[in-house]
Each structure stands twice: as structure tokens, then as C-alpha cells.
């Protein structure tokens, strides 16, 4: 298994600024991934994060608006850039091995824009 | 990515065995069938998963069909704390979960 810390765990943010999420493993995984999951929706995949490598970003979603850092095997961020009401979601981080098809998830970063 | 059906909505009382169905009459001969549920206010949680043959652990039973087009996952006692959204998902080993809309579990004492 796996245990992700996210943070922060919620935040209110004015329109026009930038958040920074971290998500932190207990172990060396292969693979992560940030989701979104917006009020009374299901997850969207926003991208995969690659070590050493630029992320891959799902269609919809663009680096400008949520870069992403890893520079390890057990650390990531997500920055939501110039926010507005409509980038009000739940975040998550999830990770898991390349040979293994169990996935983990954090808790989740709620963010409120206003 | 291949797509999985699932009703909307489920009912169930405490104590009695919930059968939770799926169909993925898309489904590839090396996707896995994996099952999460999402408590509120909480990340996905892993449940199941399984490829060809039936799978039991501590949480659930995943029964597979012959042909892979359905599987149902098995609560074999509801209760309370397993109202939840509960998702079938197919996928490869190591790629990433494409969510669905899930089945929403409500469970009554």
C-alpha cells in the first residue's frame, strides 16, 4: 500500500492567484496522476506526472493553467494558475507501480475560488 | 478507453448482500476490471479488482461472466459505512483510472 499526504486540505483562494498542492508518497511509485473532481461530479484525469520528464496532460487541460513538478519518485505539485470561480473543485493526487493495477488516493485538496 | 454501464442508483438495508452490476461489452483481452468507492468527503478507495476469474478479498466478491462483457461486485453484508459511490473501471496495468459516473450505494438500518 501506500499512504499520500496532500496539501494543503482545503483553501479559499481570490480569483487571479495561483495555489500550489503538494502530494508527498510514503514509498518510491512509478506512476502518478492528479485528478479533478468538480461539485457532485465524477473524477476527471488532469494529467500524469513523469519523473525527470515533462508531465502529460489529458485533452482539456493545458501546462500553463496546471503545471506540475515531480522531482522525485515521491513527490509532486499542481499549481492551478489565475484562478477563477470555475477552478473550484476537489483535487486529488493518486499513484501507483507500473506492474501493479491498485491505485492509491489522497484525501484531496478542496479549493473554493472567489 | 473502454466504457463500463452502471446504474445511477442502488438501494440496500443493512445486513443484506448488495449486488452491484457493471457491463463492458467493450472490454479488452488485457484490461482488468477494477472496482473503487468513494465515501464522502474521501479519495477513491481501492475494493477489487480482477482480470478473468473470479476474486475474493476481506471488503468484497467480484463475480466476472464468461465472455467479460459484465461482472458484479458482491457486498456480502451492507452496512452503513458502505454507502458510497462505487465505480467499475476497466484498465491496463499501469495506466491511469478513467473514472465513470458509478452507482451510488445508499444503505438504510
Known amino acids: 500500500s501506500a499512504v499520500i499526504s496532500q496539501k494543503p486540505s482545503r483553501d479559499i483562494c481570490q480569483r487571479g492567484t495561483s495555489l500550489t498542492i503538494q502530494c508527498q508518497v510514503d514509498?518510491?511509485?512509478?506512476?502518478m496522476f492528479w485528478y479533478r473532481q468538480q461539485p457532485g461530479q465524477s473524477l476527471t484525469l488532469i494529467a500524469t506526472a513523469n519523473q525527470g520528464s515533462e508531465a502529460t496532460y489529458e485533452s482539456g487541460f493545458v501546462i500553463d493553467k496546471f503545471p506540475i513538478s515531480r522531482p522525485n519518485l515521491t513527490f509532486s505539485t499542481l499549481t492551478v494558475s489565475n484562478m477563477s470561480p470555475e477552478d473550484s473543485s476537489i483535487y486529488l493526487c493518486?499513484?501507483?507501480?507500473?506492474?501493479?493495477?491498485?491505485?492509491?488516493f489522497g484525501q484531496g485538496t478542496r479549493l473554493t475560488v472567489v | 478507453d473502454a466504457k463500463t454501464t452502471q446504474p445511477n442508483s442502488m438501494e440496500s438495508n443493512e445486513e443484506e448482500p448488495v449486488h452491484l452490476p457493471c457491463n463492458h461489452s467493450t472490454i479488452s483481452g488485457t484490461d482488468y476490471i477494477h472496482w473503487y468507492r468513494q465515501l464522502p468527503s474521501q479519495g477513491p478507495e481501492y475494493v477489487i479488482h480482477g482480470l478473468t476469474s473470479n476474486v475474493n478479498n476481506r471488503m468484497a466478491s467480484l463475480a466476472i461472466a464468461e465472455d467479460r462483457k459484465s461482472s458484479t461486485l458482491i457486498l456480502h453484508r451492507a452496512t452503513l459505512r458502505d454507502a458510497a459511490v462505487y465505480y467499475c473501471?476497466?484498465?491496463?496495468?499501469?495506466?491511469?483510472?478513467?473514472f465513470g459516473k458509478g452507482t451510488t450505494l445508499s444503505v438504510s438500518s
Open positions: 473501471i476497466l484498465s491496463q496495468a499501469g495506466t491511469a483510472l478513467i
Open positions: 514509498s518510491q511509485v512509478t506512476m
Open positions: 493518486s499513484v501507483g507501480r507500473a506492474m501493479n493495477t491498485e491505485a492509491f
